[in-house]
């Protein structure tokens, strides 16, 4: 999976490769086989969410441009396979869910894991985040039509960095740097991600 589906695709950082091999993609989708596990394909997974292709998770990574010194606010962890990858590129993850069963799933295996630098968050994307950290890096992995203004404001100021899918029927990776309080976006990669639900947590879970 590491050679073919991303070295050989233009991945090279050599700290997302690393991470790539240290976390074993298959507990986070026991319900298909090994060979599917590590397949260049997103699999479906509770909630009618998927878990996106490794090929897609590691382009969206290294545009992150992670140290391991930032603070990450990740959205839409779902399976939480991109919640392991990261912790150990950055100092802290805090992972969204507005679905309990897969955040549940994931806090098991992570925990497993031992990845002692994550903290879950049962909360919709579009409600504003009850929390008083400016994360260095913020990345969703669903597709809003637009994404959720709140999040800039707690984007650092200071070259903060957030890494969307974006689009209802085209979708296209943003990269939005914040700099002095002004936003620069960055259009992509055309992609296919499931779409950002919209709504309260209590609208959703209703």
Request: aromatic fraction near 8%; proline fraction near 4%.
């Amino acid at each position: 999976m590491i050679w073919e589906q991303l070295e050989s695709r233009g991945v090279t950082d050599a700290a997302i490769l690393d991470a790539f091999e240290k976390i074993p993609r298959h507990l986070f989708i026991p319900h298909v086989s090994l060979e599917q596990a590590y397949g260049d394909y997103p699999i479906g997974i509770k909630a009618g969410q998927t878990i996106s292709q490794p090929f897609i998770v590691a382009l969206m990574i290294q545009y992150l441009d992670l140290t391991h010194q930032h603070q990450l606010l990740e959205i839409g962890s779902g399976s939480g396979y991109a919640t392991a990858l990261l912790s150990l590129l950055c100092k802290q993850v805090d992972a969204l869910e507005v679905y309990s069963d897969l955040l549940e799933d994931s806090r098991k295996v992570i925990q497993s894991l031992d990845r002692d630098n994550v903290r879950f968050i049962h909360q919709s994307a579009w409600e504003h985040i009850d929390s008083n950290t400016v994360y260095d890096r913020i990345v969703l992995w669903a597709s809003p039509p637009r994404v959720p203004a709140h999040l800039f404001d707690i984007l650092s100021d200071e070259g903060g960095v957030l890494v969307s899918p974006e689009g209802k029927y085209d979708q296209y990776v943003n990269i939005y740097t914040k700099r002095s309080g002004k936003i620069q976006k960055n259009r992509r990669d055309a992609v296919r991600f499931v779409p950002l639900v919209q709504g309260t947590l209590d609208e959703i879970d209703r």
